[in-house]
């Protein structure tokens, strides 16, 4: 297979990547190791962010200090700045493509609070926007000629002379190995709060493949540590409801009705001290009761199906259990200002990179707005890249390699459960790497995480079909998986501060001194990781000396 861009990823950032890669005349397909209505950006109910008029409302520089303020000096103050100067430009581009946002009477788009901000201007579809947006997206990709090639997934990055030549990829259907040679790639493949498998609201696909292939092919991975626990989801299945829910009104209480926390503070803060309320021996409640019929089927659709289809509640009457579940990582691999990587021509965006937009901890609503934003200029900037590249050799030893691997794992003498070894990492990283942490659960994460690596060779297929072999995946989704819970429980260890979603209870302060950096991973062999901080000197004092001045 030959394209000028290869995207891998269907979520709002690879679609945009894609399209705008396509609208410059080049060929160019997506890579979905499912189908892209099921990506994490489908699923992204409550909205995205932007100032739509800068009035004495809302001003750019609070939805930047807000997102500043969020990230815990570690927010990367000119990403910030582009990302937010161009959320307007692409909430327009996106109802020029036919997204119908909620409206105001007088016409203009409707927003809602979300937690951690200081005005309304969250835009909204209901509490379905994620859906809406990718649904848009995919139509205009297909519209476009836009290859999409569903149930393949990227297995690694392949390289001639350091330069970059191909991914390769397992195609489902019949479990082969097969290359795509390209110009220019860009990874937007999602990222990795789906190791904490039971307790996470990612589907079964979010293993980190992206990442663990970017660590493989010589790429850094900065702040894995920042793992966001969304505060409200369901008590069994973790399933989330929206914060829309919450930026409409509804409360958090326990069993005896009191409301013992702030419901729109950061997502760290919320989640944290709904633990620590369970800690005490309370169960955790969603209120809806008071917002009547009429506002949630109006505005609330999806809670109340969540909720009836998920617990069996009905929440115009009756109190809803939650607890905060695995949402949404903040580290990925590295890439610059304009989404390029460590290896020339391959692009980042959305979840799986670290673009320094987020920081220490994301705001609600600022992930479609990344996923978007810099989705187009990945599909730019690949797009020139491709323009002015060239073709190079894929190594096909790789190819016959990796397809030996694949048969190992298919015809081998199996020793495990793979769906037992599953949950019981994500119970594990859950317990140990959750919501608070401190050494000795970190380095119990970390002993097991390291016994898993070992028996992993012990895990092969029971059914030897070859025919959409869901074992074959998730065997290879797991061990990626292993990957990045060893990257990121080693950060863990390595930040010996408590900062946004990373709490440790054994250093439960904030210290600028030594841990105002960025936590960056290097593979120096294939059992070796080095961790370095990097970047002391924070863009948080260009943002300070912006506000001081009132230029922002």
Same mark, same amino acid.
């Given at each position: 297979?030959?394209?000028?861009?290869?995207?891998?990823?269907?979520?709002?950032?690879?679609?945009?990547?894609?399209?705008?890669?396509?609208?410059?005349?080049?060929?160019?397909?997506?890579?979905?190791?499912?189908?892209?209505?099921?990506?994490?950006?489908?699923?992204?109910?409550?909205?995205?962010?932007?100032?739509?008029?800068?009035?004495?409302?809302?001003?750019?520089?609070?939805?930047?200090?807000?997102?500043?303020?969020?990230?815990?000096?570690?927010?990367?103050?000119?990403?910030?700045?582009?990302?937010?100067?161009?959320?307007?430009?692409?909430?327009?581009?996106?109802?020029?493509?036919?997204?119908?946002?909620?409206?105001?009477?007088?016409?203009?788009?409707?927003?809602?609070?979300?937690?951690?901000?200081?005005?309304?201007?969250?835009?909204?579809?209901?509490?379905?926007?994620?859906?809406?947006?990718?649904?848009?997206?995919?139509?205009?990709?297909?519209?476009?000629?836009?290859?999409?090639?569903?149930?393949?997934?990227?297995?690694?990055?392949?390289?001639?002379?350091?330069?970059?030549?191909?991914?390769?990829?397992?195609?489902?259907?019949?479990?082969?190995?097969?290359?795509?040679?390209?110009?220019?790639?860009?990874? $937007?493949?999602?990222?990795?709060? &789906? @190791? /904490?498998?039971?307790?996470? =609201?990612? %589907?079964?696909?979010?293993?980190?493949? #992206?990442?663990?292939?970017?660590?493989?092919?010589?790429?850094?991975?900065?702040?894995?540590?920042?793992?966001?626990?969304?505060?409200?989801?369901?008590?069994?299945?973790?399933?989330?409801?929206?914060?829309?829910?919450?930026?409409?009104?509804?409360?958090?209480?326990?069993?005896?009705?009191?409301?013992?926390?702030?419901?729109?503070?950061?997502?760290?803060?919320?989640?944290?001290?709904?633990?620590?309320?369970?800690?005490?021996?309370?169960?955790?409640?969603?209120?809806?009761?008071?917002?009547?019929?009429?506002?949630?089927?109006?505005?609330?659709?999806?809670?109340?199906?969540?909720?009836?289809?998920?617990?069996?509640?009905?929440?115009?009457?009756?109190?809803?259990?939650?607890?905060?579940? $695995?949402?949404?990582?903040?580290? &990925? @691999? /590295?890439?610059?200002?304009? =989404?390029? %990587?460590?290896?020339?021509?391959?692009? #980042?965006?959305?979840?799986?990179?670290?673009?320094?937009?987020?920081?220490?901890?994301?705001?609600?609503?600022?992930?479609?707005?990344?996923?978007?934003?810099?989705?187009?200029?990945?599909?730019?900037?690949?797009?020139?890249?491709?323009?002015?590249?060239?073709?190079?050799?894929?190594?096909?030893?790789?190819?016959?390699?990796?397809?030996?691997?694949?048969?190992?794992?298919?015809?081998?003498?199996?020793?495990?459960?793979?769906?037992?070894?599953?949950?019981?990492?994500?119970?594990?990283?859950?317990?140990?790497?959750?919501?608070?942490?401190?050494?000795?659960?970190?380095?119990?994460?970390?002993?097991?995480?390291?016994?898993?690596?070992?028996?992993?060779?012990?895990?092969?297929?029971?059914?030897?079909?070859?025919?959409?072999?869901?074992?074959?995946?998730?065997?290879?989704?797991?061990?990626?998986?292993?990957?990045?819970?060893?990257?990121?429980?080693?950060?863990?260890?390595?930040?010996?501060?408590?900062?946004?979603?990373?709490?440790?209870?054994?250093?439960?302060?904030?210290?600028?001194?030594?841990?105002?950096?960025?936590?960056?991973?290097?593979?120096?062999?294939?059992?070796?990781?080095?961790?370095?901080?990097?970047?002391?000197?924070?863009?948080?004092?260009?943002?300070?000396?912006?506000?001081?001045?009132?230029?922002?």
């Amino acid at each position: 297979m030959l394209y000028d861009v290869v995207v891998v990823g269907s979520g709002i950032s690879g679609l945009f990547a894609a399209l705008n890669a396509r609208t410059e005349g080049l060929s160019v397909a997506i890579i979905s190791k499912s189908t892209p209505l099921r990506s994490n950006s489908a699923v992204a109910s409550g909205g995205i962010n932007a100032v739509m008029k800068a009035t004495r409302y809302d001003l750019y520089r609070q939805h930047i200090s807000d997102t500043m303020n969020s990230a815990s000096k570690l927010g990367r103050f000119s990403a910030i700045s582009d990302m937010v100067c161009g959320a307007s430009d692409i909430i327009n581009e996106l109802q020029s493509m036919g997204v119908v946002f909620d409206s105001e009477e007088d016409g203009s788009i409707a927003q809602r609070p979300f937690g951690g901000t200081t005005a309304k201007r969250t835009c909204y579809i209901a509490d379905r926007t994620g859906a809406s947006i990718t649904q848009t997206l995919l139509m205009q990709c297909r519209k476009e000629g836009v290859e999409i090639f569903s149930n393949h997934v990227m297995l690694d990055i392949t390289t001639f002379q350091e330069k970059l030549s191909g991914i390769t990829i397992l195609r489902r259907r019949d479990s082969q190995v097969i290359a795509f040679a390209c110009k220019s790639l860009v990874l $937007a493949g999602g990222g990795y709060a &789906g @190791i /904490y498998r039971g307790h996470s =609201t990612n %589907s079964q696909e979010s293993s980190g493949d #992206v990442l663990a292939a970017a660590l493989r092919a010589g790429m850094r991975l900065v702040n894995t540590e920042f793992v966001q626990f969304h505060p409200t989801t369901l008590l069994k299945s973790g399933t989330l409801i929206s914060e829309a829910a919450r930026g409409e009104g509804a409360y958090i209480v326990d069993e005896t009705g009191e409301r013992f926390t702030n419901e729109l503070q950061t997502r760290d803060k919320l989640s944290r001290d709904i633990v620590w309320h369970q800690l005490q021996g309370h169960t955790v409640y969603l209120d809806f009761r008071h917002l009547g019929e009429e506002l949630i089927n109006k505005k609330l659709p999806s809670a109340r199906k969540h909720a009836l289809n998920g617990a069996g509640i009905d929440i115009l009457t009756e109190l809803l259990p939650i607890t905060p579940s $695995a949402h949404y990582t903040m580290g &990925g @691999i /590295y890439s610059s200002g304009d =989404t390029s %990587s460590d290896i020339k021509n391959i692009f #980042v965006c959305g979840e799986c990179a670290y673009s320094g937009v987020h920081g220490a901890n994301r705001l609600g609503g600022n992930s479609l707005l990344e996923g978007a934003y810099f989705g187009k200029l990945a599909g730019i900037n690949a797009a020139n890249a491709a323009k002015n590249g060239k073709y190079h050799p894929i190594d096909y030893a790789l190819v016959a390699k990796q397809s030996r691997y694949v048969e190992q794992i298919l015809e081998g003498e199996n020793r495990f459960n793979i769906n037992t070894m599953r949950t019981n990492l994500g119970n594990n990283l859950y317990r140990n790497a959750g919501v608070f942490r401190d050494h000795d659960s970190l380095m119990n994460a970390l002993d097991y995480v390291h016994y898993l690596m070992k028996v992993s060779s012990g895990l092969c297929c029971v059914n030897k079909e070859r025919s959409d072999n869901v074992e074959l995946m998730s065997i290879i989704e797991f061990k990626n998986a292993l990957v990045v819970a060893e990257a990121m429980v080693m950060s863990s260890l390595a930040r010996k501060e408590s900062r946004g979603v990373h709490y440790r209870d054994d250093y439960p302060q904030q210290d600028d001194k030594y841990f105002n950096a960025d936590t960056i991973i290097r593979r120096l062999s294939a059992t070796y990781l080095k961790i370095s901080f990097e970047g002391y000197l924070s863009s948080d004092w260009s943002h300070r000396l912006r506000r001081f001045f009132h230029v922002l």
